[in-house]
C-alpha cells in the first residue's frame, strides 16, 4: 500500500510512528470515496501492509512529499504557521547526520526550533545549539534506536480508526469490520492486497473490488497513457459531489495525487498539479509542486540535455556588454578585492584577475555553470590563491572577508527577474563602502500599438497570466515618446529587499513620467528595454542580446493624438523564483481616450502559447473541419489541442472556454473537451508545440490513449487528427544563430571559456519564421521524417525513436552549414468525401507567406557551430532520430559531388 500512502498521506506531526496509522486509514477512505464500513474492514490488511512495507526513510520521505504539496503539517493550530527548510516544523525531534567539520555531532538529536537563513536551529538534548543544513537533518525515530518501524504498526485494539474515536466507537468499528469482512468481494480484496506488493497495483485492486468500476477505469487509464488521462481523471473526480471552493479543492488536490503515486516523478501529473493549485489561490502548493516537476523533468532528461539555460550563449557573445562590466572593473578593480555574483562561465572573473584585483570570489549557484567556471579559471592558468570559485548563492557568503568591488550582471530583459535586487541589497548590507556595478539605470518605457503581441495575450475575453513577454522579430507601433526613469539599483534593493527577510512591492523612486501620444491607435503593450550608465559608458539592452521586454496592458485603450499619458512604475516579488517583475500603472486623463470595456478575465488562465495557437485562425479552421468530417453521427471527440466543430448530432466542442485553461502551462495537452464515458471515436490533439518542437511525450500520449479507447469498447481504434506528418528541413549558413547554442571558437576576448561549450544543447527553438526565410539556404527543402500516427498497429513513438537518413538535394550555394532548421506538415486525412489538407508550421519556409500562424521555428546546430563546409553539388546525409520532443542529429556524412565518395563523416 505504498502508493496508497503516497495518494492519501497529508502531512503530520507525529510524535510517535503509530500515530500516523489512524490518518492514513481516513486518508484512504477520503480519497477512494470509501464507505466507513469498507474502512473497517480494510483496516487490519493496511495495519499489516503499513508494518511490512514502511521503513524509516520511507516515513520521512512520505511525510516530507505531504508537507511540500500542502505546505502545512496536520495538527498546526494556524494555517500560517512557519515551516522550517526542509519541511521540518518547529518541535520536530531530529536527528543531525552527514557533518563533516562537526562530525562528532553526527547522531546527536534535539529538538528543531527555528529558521536560520537557509539553515535549521536545533537545541539538542545536551543543551547546545546547532545551525543545520536541512539536509543534514531527519526525524528522529520515536524509540531509542529504530531498528524496525513496523512494530509500532502492528495491529492493535489500542488503536482506533479515528484519532478521536471513543471506546463505543471502536467496539462499533470492529463490530461493522466484523461484518464486512464475512462479504466474499472485501474478503478477496484483503487476500489481493496481503499478496501484493506493487503499492500502485493495490490501489487499482481496492478500486474494482469495491466496485468502483468508473474509478478503476480511470486508475488503469492514467497508468497507461499518462499525463492527458490523469487530467482527465481529475476533472471526473472533480465533477462528483458538491460543496464549496474548499471542498472541490480538495477533491481535485486527492485526485491529483493519487496520480501521482499511480505516476512516480511525472512531470506532466506535478506540472499538472501545480497549475491547478495556482489557478485557485493555493500559493505554497503551487510552488512546491511546480519544484516536484522541474525535478521530474530534469531527472528524465536524456544525457545530452543542456543542463545550462540557453539564453547564457547569446549573452556570452555580446561583445558591447562584455566590454561595459570589463571597461568597470579596468578602472575599480586594481589590487582591489572583487566580488562577482552570478559568476556563469567565468569571462568577468578573469577579466577582474586581468585587470590586476587582488583576490576574486566568483559567485554561481547553478552546479553546472560553477563546474564550467571552475574549468575556465584552469584553463585560464588561474589557481585558488586568484580567484575562490563557490557554487552557492552569494547571500549564503559571510561578511568576515570585505570586497572592495562588487559586479553583478544578473539581468534579464526586463532588467529584475533574475534577482538583482535582492543579491544587490545583501551585498550592500555586507560590504556598504564597495563600487558595485550595475547602480545606476534607465528604464525606457514606449507605448505602443502592436496586433502581433495582442494576438499572444487576448482570445475570446481570456488573456494570458504571463506578466510579459519577450518575443524575437515581433513587429508594433511607437504610439508616443519613450518616457525615461532613472534608477539607483542599490537604493531599489534596499527598498524592495530589506534586512528583515520580507519581500514586498514597491514604488520605484523617480518611476514615473509623462508622455503625448504622436501616433492614433489602440494600447496594446508597454515596451521596455533599459540603460546601464556607468560615469560616461552606457550599455543599452536593446541593442544587445537582452531584446525588449513587452509589458501587456489589458484595458487596451484607443488612443487620440495629442492625449497626455502618465506611466509610473514599481517592483513585485516573482510569484516563481527569487527576481522581481516590473508593474506599470497607465493613467490616461484626456477625454479623448476612449476605454473598451475591460475583457472579462477566466478565472484559470492561459500562458501566451495557449491564446496564441487559439488566434491561428487558419490552423483552427482546419482542425475544425477535419474533426466535424471523421466524427461519425452521435459519435465521442476526445480533444487535446482545440476546436470550434460541432460533430454532427454529438457533443458541441467550444471554440475556447474554461475547459481549455484547466491545465495553463502544463507540457502535457489541456482537455478542451471531451464526451461522457470512456469511449471516444475521434482523437484530436496538437503534436507541435508552438516553439517548433514536438510536444513532449506527444507520440506516447497518443499510443496509450489508443489502446485505452480499444479497452474501454471504441469499435476499432479511434480516428486520430492529424492522422500524419512529415517534418521538412534545410541546411542554412547562420554564423549568428550558431552563436546562440555555442560560443565563436571557445573564445570570449582573450578568455578560453570553451568549458561552456562542453554544456551545450544544439537544439534551437522559437525562431522567427520570416526571419528563417531570410537566412541563406544551402539546398531546397527536404523531407527529414514521416509519422503516420493514425497507424493500427506499430508503435509511431518506437518507430520516432529508431535512427533514420534523409538525404539532402545537392547543395545549389556553396558555404557552411551551420544549422538544420525544421518545421512540420500536418495532415488531415479526407474522411467521409471530405478533402485532405495539410497545414504547414511555417508556410514562409515553404516559400509562402508568413501569415498570423503561431508556430515559429526549431532547428538543430551542426558541428558544435564550426559550420560544415559545403561545395556545390555536395550532398548531405543527415542520421536523425526523435529524442523527446526534439528531432536530434546523431552524424552527419558529406558526399562530395566530385566522386560521390564520403569525405567527411561527423557525429552531430
Not at 528604464?443 to 481570456?462: C, E, K, N, Q, Y
Request: proline share 6%; charged share 25%; glycine share 8%.
Amino acid at each position: 500500500m505504498a502508493a496508497a500512502l503516497e495518494v492519501s498521506t497529508e502531512a503530520s506531526t507525529v510524535a510517535a510512528k503509530h500515530d500516523l496509522l489512524p490518518t492514513v486509514l481516513q486518508r484512504v477512505a477520503t480519497a477512494m470515496c470509501l464507505p466507513d464500513d469498507d474502512v473497517a474492514a480494510l483496516s487490519p490488511a493496511l495495519r499489516r501492509k503499513v508494518g511490512q512495507m514502511l521503513s524509516a526513510r520511507e516515513f520521512e520521505r512520505y511525510r516530507r512529499a505531504a508537507l511540500e504539496l500542502d505546505g502545512v503539517a496536520a495538527g498546526v493550530a494556524a494555517r500560517d504557521a512557519k515551516l522550517l527548510p526542509g519541511g521540518f516544523a518547529a518541535g520536530d525531534r531530529v536527528e543531525v547526520f552527514g557533518l563533516v567539520a562537526a562530525a562528532d555531532r553526527n547522531g546527536s538529536r534535539g529538538v528543531a526550533e527555528r529558521r536560520e537563513k537557509d539553515r535549521v536551529a536545533v537545541v539538542l538534548d545536551d543543551g547546545a545549539r546547532l545551525a543545520v543544513k536541512p539536509e543534514n537533518l531527519r526525524l528522529a525515530p520515536s524509540k531509542p534506536r529504530d531498528d524496525d518501524v513496523a512494530a509500532s504498526l502492528e495491529p492493535s485494539s489500542e488503536v482506533p480508526v479515528e484519532p478521536s474515536a471513543s471506546a463505543s466507537s471502536s467496539d462499533a468499528a470492529a463490530s461493522s469490520s466484523d461484518a464486512a469482512a464475512s462479504s466474499p468481494r472485501i474478503a478477496a480484496a484483503l487476500e489481493l492486497i496481503e499478496a501484493e506488493r506493487d503499492g500502485a497495483r493495490a490501489v487499482e485492486l481496492l478500486a474494482a473490488a469495491l466496485d468502483l468500476a468508473p474509478a478503476a477505469r480511470s486508475v488503469a487509464a492514467v497508468r497507461e497513457a499518462g499525463g492527458a488521462a490523469a487530467r482527465l481523471y481529475v476533472e471526473e473526480m472533480a465533477a462528483r459531489g458538491g460543496g464549496g471552493d474548499d471542498a472541490a479543492w480538495e477533491r481535485r488536490k486527492l485526485a491529483w495525487l493519487r496520480c501521482a503515486a499511480l505516476l512516480p516523478r511525472n512531470a506532466d501529473v506535478l506540472e499538472g498539479l501545480g497549475s491547478d493549485a495556482a489557478a485557485r489561490g493555493r500559493r505554497l502548493a503551487a510552488d512546491a509542486a511546480f519544484a516536484l516537476a522541474r525535478e521530474a523533468a530534469a531527472a528524465d532528461a536524456p544525457p545530452a540535455a543542456a543542463p545550462v539555460e540557453a539564453w547564457h550563449w547569446p549573452m556570452v557573445d555580446d561583445a558591447a556588454r562584455f566590454a561595459f562590466f570589463d571597461a568597470f572593473l579596468r578602472r575599480e578593480a586594481p589590487g582591489k578585492r572583487v566580488l562577482d555574483l552570478g559568476a556563469g562561465c567565468g569571462a568577468l572573473s578573469l577579466a577582474a584577475v586581468g585587470r590586476g584585483a587582488s583576490f576574486v570570489v566568483a559567485c554561481e549557484r547553478s552546479p553546472a555553470l560553477a563546474d564550467a567556471l571552475r574549468a575556465t579559471l584552469a584553463r585560464g592558468g588561474v589557481g585558488a590563491d586568484r580567484c575562490d570559485a563557490r557554487d552557492r548563492d552569494s547571500r549564503r557568503l559571510g561578511a568576515e572577508d570585505p570586497v572592495d568591488v562588487v559586479v553583478a550582471e544578473i539581468l534579464d530583459a526586463a532588467l529584475l527577474g533574475e534577482g538583482v535586487l535582492p543579491a544587490l541589497a545583501d551585498a550592500y548590507r555586507k560590504h556598504p563602502g564597495a563600487a558595485f556595478c550595475p547602480r545606476l539605470a534607465t528604464l525606457r518605457v514606449t507605448p505602443a500599438s502592436s496586433p502581433a503581441l495582442a494576438r499572444r495575450f487576448v482570445a475570446d475575453g481570456v488573456r494570458a497570466f504571463q506578466p510579459y513577454d519577450v518575443v524575437e522579430g515581433l513587429a508594433y507601433e511607437p504610439l508616443a515618446p519613450p518616457v525615461d526613469m532613472d534608477l539607483d539599483l542599490i537604493e531599489l534593493a534596499r527598498r524592495a529587499a530589506p534586512a528583515d527577510g520580507t519581500r514586498r512591492r514597491v514604488t520605484i523612486p523617480g518611476g514615473f513620467g509623462e508622455t503625448t501620444v504622436t501616433r492614433r491607435g489602440r494600447l496594446d503593450a508597454l515596451v521596455v528595454s533599459f540603460v546601464l550608465r556607468d560615469g560616461d559608458r552606457s550599455l543599452d539592452s536593446a541593442a544587445g542580446h537582452w531584446r525588449e521586454a513587452c509589458f501587456f496592458v489589458e484595458e487596451r485603450p484607443e488612443l487620440d493624438v495629442g492625449a497626455a499619458l502618465r506611466i509610473s512604475a514599481s517592483t513585485a516579488p516573482l510569484d516563481h523564483g527569487e527576481g522581481d517583475a516590473l508593474r506599470f500603472d497607465v493613467a490616461a486623463p484626456s477625454a479623448s481616450i476612449a476605454v473598451p470595456p475591460k475583457a472579462p478575465r477566466n478565472a484559470l488562465d492561459a500562458t501566451t502559447d495557449d491564446v496564441a495557437r487559439f488566434n491561428d485562425g487558419a490552423y483552427r479552421a482546419a482542425h475544425a473541419r477535419a474533426v466535424a468530417a471523421a466524427t461519425p453521427e452521435r459519435g465521442r471527440v476526445l480533444e487535446l489541442g482545440f476546436c470550434d466543430a460541432r460533430s454532427n448530432d454529438g457533443p458541441a466542442l467550444p471554440a475556447f472556454g474554461p475547459a481549455t485553461l484547466r491545465c495553463p502551462g502544463g507540457r502535457a495537452a489541456s482537455i478542451v473537451a471531451a464526451a461522457s464515458g470512456d469511449r471516444f471515436d475521434v482523437l484530436a490533439h496538437s503534436l507541435v508545440e508552438p516553439s517548433g518542437l514536438l510536444r513532449r511525450d506527444a507520440l506516447q500520449e497518443v499510443e496509450a490513449l489508443k489502446r485505452f479507447a480499444l479497452k474501454a469498447g471504441t469499435v476499432g481504434a479511434p480516428r486520430v487528427l492529424p492522422s500524419a506528418a512529415t517534418v521538412f528541413g534545410v541546411l542554412v549558413d547562420a554564423p549568428a544563430l550558431a552563436a546562440t547554442k555555442f560560443t565563436r571558437e571557445g573564445r570570449l576576448g582573450d578568455h578560453d571559456v570553451s568549458a561552456l561549450d562542453d554544456r551545450a544543447d544544439a537544439t534551437l527553438r522559437d525562431l522567427a519564421p520570416a526571419a528563417c526565410a531570410r537566412l541563406p539556404a544551402l539546398c531546397a527543402p527536404f523531407p527529414l521524417l514521416d509519422l503516420n500516427l493514425d497507424v493500427r498497429s506499430a508503435s509511431v513513438a518506437e518507430e520516432a525513436a529508431r535512427a533514420a537518413v534523409a538525404s539532402s538535394p545537392p547543395v545549389s550555394t556553396p558555404g557552411a552549414a551551420h544549422a538544420l532548421l525544421f518545421w512540420w506538415h500536418l495532415r488531415y486525412g479526407g474522411e467521409h468525401g471530405a478533402v485532405a489538407e495539410t497545414v504547414s508550421t511555417a508556410p514562409a519556409l515553404d516559400g509562402g507567406e508568413t501569415g498570423d500562424g503561431h508556430w515559429r521555428v526549431a532547428g538543430v546546430v551542426l558541428d558544435r557551430g564550426r559550420g560544415l563546409p559545403l561545395a556545390r553539388g555536395d550532398v548531405l546525409d543527415v542520421h536523425l532520430a526523435v529524442r523527446g520532443s526534439k528531432v536530434g542529429v546523431l552524424k552527419t556524412v558529406t558526399r562530395r559531388a566530385k566522386d560521390g565518395g564520403a569525405a567527411a563523416n561527423r557525429p552531430a
